[in-house]
């Protein structure tokens, strides 16, 4: 387990697929929501945003003032629990930072997230936080093709 923003993924010891794609609705369909009737394995989707990565992703990355808006209080101060959508055993603490203004960033962790799953400008992110800092995320890659990186669960005709 990693510290606090080391930014260090935690490993259950499943095998690791790199960038199998699977067909998914265009990402432009999906639209910013706060609704507690979505579900996904861990509980209610709390809140749900997408962010379009543009110039180096590598550095901090500003996330949408309703998220800011939504998750005022105590949960400003901790870092988030950041983990991929299909996986619940990858984690990334990522620290949070706020500016003068109130706008909300991904700062320490967040750079080596995005070097493990080779995340470029152009690729779009949909965002699920489930509250108590867990927060997941999809990948869609410049085709907007879901990216799966533990490709475990996807089903395979076999002939």
């Avoid at 979505?38 to 990565?53: A, S």
């Avoid at 629990?81 to 960033?105: F, T």
């Avoid at 080779?118 to 999809?138: I, N, P, Q, T, W």
Wanted: proline share 4%; glycine share 10%; with cysteine.
């Amino acid at each position: 387990m990693a510290g606090r923003g080391g930014g260090r993924a935690r490993d259950c010891g499943r095998g690791c697929g790199r960038g199998r794609a699977a067909r998914s609705p265009s990402p432009a369909t999906l639209l910013l929501s706060s609704s507690s009737d979505m579900q996904d394995e861990e509980g209610p989707v709390l809140f749900e945003f997408i962010v379009v990565l543009k110039g180096d992703p590598h550095g901090i990355q500003r996330l949408p003032d309703t998220f800011a808006d939504f998750i005022v209080g105590d949960e400003r101060t901790r870092p988030l629990d950041l983990r991929e959508d299909d996986c619940s055993c990858y984690r990334w603490i990522v620290d949070v930072i706020y500016d003068a203004r109130g706008k909300v960033y991904l700062h320490i962790g967040w750079e080596n997230f995005v070097r493990y799953h080779h995340l470029e400008a152009g690729f779009v992110l949909v965002f699920s936080y489930f509250g108590d800092r867990d927060m997941s995320v999809k990948v869609f890659d410049e085709t907007r093709c879901r990216r799966n990186y533990h490709g475990d669960n996807i089903d395979e005709d076999d002939d």
